[in-house]
């Protein structure tokens, strides 16, 4: 987390892991990050080891906890053509299509869309 993190020292104003497994089965993690602006990052990232499957959900959010955007992996919206990869664009019911998504590939978005205004 901290390699994703780094490039962004004017961004961000604070992280902190919440929770964190590590073990031969799995390796799960659940962090928030406080960017400057107000706004937060919630991350859920989890690697089940045995079959290889790995879940994400990474929630950005203002300060007053509206959704700004949310990409995850979660095993529902079949019909989206990249399922289960999907994104949730300002709002639950605004689902669209993602790309497989990584803490590092979030944190360029937001910072374009914070610096850009």
Do not use: C
């Amino acid at each position: 987390m901290e390699a994703a993190i780094e490039p962004y020292p004017d961004l961000i104003s604070s992280w902190i892991i919440t929770a964190q497994e590590e073990n031969s089965v799995v390796s799960f993690r659940k962090a928030r990050i406080l960017f400057r602006n107000g706004s937060s990052l919630s991350i859920f990232e989890k690697l089940h080891k045995p079959d290889n499957h790995y879940r994400y959900g990474y929630q950005w959010q203002t300060a007053d906890n509206v959704l700004i955007h949310r990409w995850d992996n979660a095993l529902h919206y079949e019909q989206i053509e990249t399922f289960p990869f999907h994104q949730h664009v300002g709002s639950e019911e605004n689902v669209q299509p993602s790309k497989p998504m990584t803490l590092a590939d979030v944190l360029t978005i937001i910072a374009q869309r914070i610096t850009s205004g």
